[in-house]
């Protein structure tokens, strides 16, 4: 993994889409090693969240720190640091499982070597030719895990990451969280779903300002 890990926090964050407030006045820590779970109803901000997070949408108000830092102030450094994990797993149809996971090795410049033992963990080991439109929406889910595994980044951000799989897969992604936390990296998941992982609880209730629908 690149760079040592650092704890993840803002303390007074607030977030506009679309011209609204989404919510405001959010305050987190996520230290090395710890995962933070986000809950909510439909709509709340989980995903935006998400996005702020990972630097692709700027705060309306507040600032996130990964140490003493201010992700905005080095963006590349910040997606080094950090693995997104979509709702939409961003399946190229003719592409097959090897030339996902190699390219998400390109991209993070991590070893393409890796490649045939994480298609063998996430369980897509003898599925490595097969093109992206031929792979069920669980298959499809694993691939996105692949490519979370050789981004070989600290931070892990996931807009629900159950989606999609069964009960093999779903114990396979605790498996890898858990294994990402003993390696001292951090995690922040968005869930409907309880995830079987000891963690920090954030649950959005939505923007409590009285300037909330502006
Ligand atoms: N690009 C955008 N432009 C304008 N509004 C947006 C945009 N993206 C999201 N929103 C709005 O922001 C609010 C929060 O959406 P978000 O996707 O973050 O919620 P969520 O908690 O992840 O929902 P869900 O549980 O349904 O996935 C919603 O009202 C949504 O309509």
Not at 75 to 95: F, M, N
Not at 113 to 130: D, F, H, N, S, T
Request: with cysteine.
């Amino acid at each position: 993994m690149n760079a040592l890990s650092q704890p993840l926090w803002s303390e007074n964050l607030a977030c506009r889409r679309g011209g609204r407030k989404i919510f405001d006045g959010l305050a987190f820590r996520v230290e090395p090693g710890e995962a933070l779970i986000v809950t909510g109803p439909n709509g709340v901000g989980k995903s935006s969240l998400l996005r702020l997070l990972a630097g692709l949408v700027r705060p309306a108000e507040g600032a996130i720190h990964w140490g003493e830092a201010d992700i905005a102030d080095d963006p590349v450094e910040h997606r080094s640091r950090t693995a997104y994990l979509g709702h939409l797993d961003a399946i190229k149809p003719r592409a097959s499982v090897q030339d996902h996971l190699t390219l998400a090795t390109i991209l993070a410049g991590t070893d393409a070597a890796k490649v045939p033992e994480i298609a063998a963990r996430i369980g897509l080991g003898r599925m490595l030719e097969r093109p992206g439109r031929l792979l069920s929406a669980g298959q499809r889910r694993r691939v996105a895990l692949g490519r979370l595994l050789l981004a070989e980044a600290r931070l892990w951000l996931l807009d629900e990451p159950t989606n999609a799989l069964d009960a093999e897969g779903q114990a396979l992604l605790i498996d890898l969280l858990k294994q990402h936390l003993a390696a001292g990296g951090l995690i922040v998941a968005s869930t409907h779903q309880p995830l079987a992982l000891p963690a920090r609880q954030l649950a959005l209730a939505g923007a409590v300002s009285p300037h909330a629908a502006e």
